[in-house]
């Protein structure tokens, strides 16, 4: 699985970029997105972006908040968390995830259920 990074603790309103690390990919409609899990919950989507459109979906628990992006020459997914809030408190994993026949990225993840650690960001107040 790919190798997630950059979590922390923050207060509210604040601001985190998480990193994933990810294999070059292997076929055109490749998409990556960025999951989480709170406490005692089941694990949400919170963003995707296609490799080769650069189009993007967002939870809408996010949208205008969380921006998500990719560096091609490094194969590495980024996820820029602004005005961070108590409820964004989660671990959060990256996986690939299905493409629509055009391209654009859905919600759904790709990888089996297989997860790797994630990584921890916590909003303190």
């Known amino acids: 699985p790919p190798i997630e990074s950059g979590g922390g603790l923050v207060q509210a309103g604040g601001s985190l970029r998480l990193s994933c690390e990810a294999s070059a990919p292997t076929y055109s409609n490749y998409a990556m997105g960025w999951f989480r899990q709170a406490p005692g919950k089941e694990r949400e989507f919170v963003a995707s972006?296609?490799?080769?459109?650069?189009?993007?979906y967002y939870a809408d628990s996010v949208k205008g908040r969380f921006s998500i992006s990719v560096d091609l020459v490094k194969n590495t997914m980024y996820l820029q968390m602004n005005s961070l809030k108590n409820e964004d408190t989660a671990v959060y994993y990256c996986a690939t995830v299905y493409a629509y026949y055009s391209g654009s990225p859905t919600s759904s993840p790709k990888n089996g259920d297989h997860w790797g650690q994630g990584t921890q960001v916590i909003v303190s107040s």
């Open positions: 972006i296609s490799w080769r459109l650069g189009s993007t």
